[in-house]
Structures are given as structure tokens and as C-alpha cells.
Nanobody
Framework: QVQLVESGGGLVQPGGSLKLSCVAS????????IGWFRQAPGKEREGVSCITDTDLSKYYADSVKGRFTISRDKAKNTVYLQMNSLKPEDTAVYYC??????????????????WGQGTQVTVSS
């Protein structure tokens, strides 16, 4: 059983940056994908960015391409999401998830073996 714990959320002004972290309680097998989802009030959950352990292939939602960067520190069992040029529409609860699949399958399908509790990101002036 893997537990995922997110941190790094908060309140930031438009144009600002935040870096989210997701720490896994145990090492995930190399064939896992790990990524970030978000859900804003009244909206469906959206796959934001995911990374595959085997080949480090990455998926980004169109809405965040060029602004967000996902990275992985396998030794620390940690996945990061660097978020730059934040916009008010990025406001949401951000969740970390891990699944036995690829980055594309995880982020586009939204089905995962493990989920974190979420961290709130608010972009407002």
C-alpha cells in the first residue's frame, strides 16, 4: 500500500509561482506513472501532468503547457509540479495520483491505484 502526501499549495497572485510536492510512503515500482490532477468547484477533475517511471515520458494538459513542469526524484520517492505564470483559472485542489500505467493513460483516463488527499492552490489578487 502506497500513501501519497501533497504539500506546497497556497495563495499566490496571478503571474506568480508555486511548487507542489508529492511524497510517496514507499517506493513505487518502476513501471508506475505518477501525476497531478486538479478539481475546481463545480468542475470535473482534470489530469494536469503525469510522468512515467520507465522512460520519464511526460503528459501535460494543453491548459498548462509551457507553464508547468513535472519532475521526479526517485531516491526521495517524490514528484514535483513547478507551476509558473499562474492564472486565476488554475485555482483548484491539486491531487497526486499513482497507477500501473503510462503518463498518458493516467492523466487522460483519471483512474489510479493511489490518490493523495489534495492541496489547495488559490490564484487571486
Amino acid at each position: 500500500q502506497v500513501q501519497l502526501v501533497e504539500s506546497g499549495g497556497g495563495l499566490v497572485q496571478p503571474g506568480g509561482s508555486l511548487k507542489l510536492s508529492c511524497v510517496a510512503s514507499a517506493s513505487t515500482p518502476d513501471y508506475y506513472a505518477i501525476g497531478w490532477f486538479r478539481q475546481a468547484p463545480g468542475k470535473e477533475r482534470e489530469g494536469v501532468s503525469c510522468i512515467t517511471d520507465t522512460d520519464l515520458s511526460k503528459y501535460y494538459a494543453d491548459s498548462v503547457k509551457g507553464r508547468f513542469t513535472i519532475s521526479r526524484d526517485k531516491a526521495k520517492n517524490t514528484v514535483y509540479l513547478q507551476m509558473n505564470s499562474l492564472k486565476p483559472e488554475d485555482t483548484a485542489v491539486y491531487y497526486c495520483a499513482a497507477d500501473l500505467s503510462s503518463s498518458w493513460t493516467l492523466c487522460s483516463g483519471g483512474v489510479a491505484d493511489y490518490w493523495g488527499q489534495g492541496t489547495q492552490v488559490t490564484v487571486s489578487s
